[in-house]
């Protein structure tokens, strides 16, 4: 069965300072895995997805994800953290040829001035 | 192209009465999704709809819930008899249904229950 594992529930960086967010998934085919970025009272939106091609996947704003099979991770890091950042993440794993997404706990980031 | 649209926004309600909440999936898409969010919580799953068809509702409490997806219009998310527990952010979701295909969302319907 699938499952995915968000280390940290909440992540504070100062403005500037690279971020990392934590995501370990566990799954016995292939998966797909996605980042969605959630701001307070918004919907999700695609950050970006792995869908077994390129093992660094560039996303939206900055984000990129890197997919590591050896360690059963794919963490979303981006260089320099801005204020509009501060939100919450949620690490998105789907068993290929299924319909069931499975949604991580989600991390908040707090983005310091 | 209009993404997945979701009304209301809001939703006030008085204990006993029902919620319709309405979604419009994206262009193109016939695989919708409903989710709730409770405050400082995940998203739990709820239903997974296909046009005309549930394809599963293991999420969906078994009494005062329901949902549909017609051949004509969109989604509904029917709640009858709301309870305070019932209060939260409901979000719906569409894909084309392609395999591995992201899940384009809605912005929700924060739904209170006075």
């Known amino acids: 069965a699938q499952s995915v594992t968000q280390l940290d529930s909440h992540v504070s960086v100062s403005e500037g300072t690279p971020v990392l967010l934590r995501c370990n998934y566990s799954?016995?085919?292939?998966?797909?895995l996605f980042w969605y970025v959630q701001h307070p009272n918004k919907g999700l939106q695609l950050l970006l997805k792995?869908?077994?091609?390129?093992?660094l996947v560039k996303g939206i704003n900055g984000f990129e994800a890197e997919f590591k099979k050896s360690e059963t991770s794919f963490h979303l890091t981006k260089p320099s953290a801005h204020m509009s950042d501060a939100a919450e993440y949620f690490c998105?794993?789907?068993?290929?040829?299924?319909?069931?997404?499975?949604f991580g706990t989600g991390t908040r980031l707090k983005v310091l001035a | 192209n209009a993404g997945v649209m979701q009304n209301p926004r809001h939703l006030v309600r008085r204990r006993g009465q029902e919620a319709r909440l309405r979604c419009s999936p994206m262009k193109g898409h016939s695989h919708v999704y409903w989710y709730r969010q409770l405050p400082e919580e995940g998203l739990k799953f709820m239903v997974y709809?296909?046009?005309?068809?549930?394809?599963?509702e293991s999420g969906m409490p078994k009494e005062r819930f329901s949902a549909e997806f017609p051949k004509e219009g969109p989604s509904i998310l029917r709640i009858q008899q709301v309870v305070r527990g019932d209060s939260a952010a409901y979000f719906c979701a569409s894909s084309p249904g392609t395999e591995n295909s992201p899940l384009h969302f809605g912005n929700g319907t924060r739904l209170t229950v006075t």
């Open positions: 998105v794993v789907i068993k290929g040829g299924t319909y069931k997404y499975i």
């Open positions: 792995y869908t077994s091609a390129a093992t």
């Open positions: 799954s016995s085919y292939s998966p797909s």
């Open positions: 709809l296909q046009k005309e068809n549930i394809i599963d």
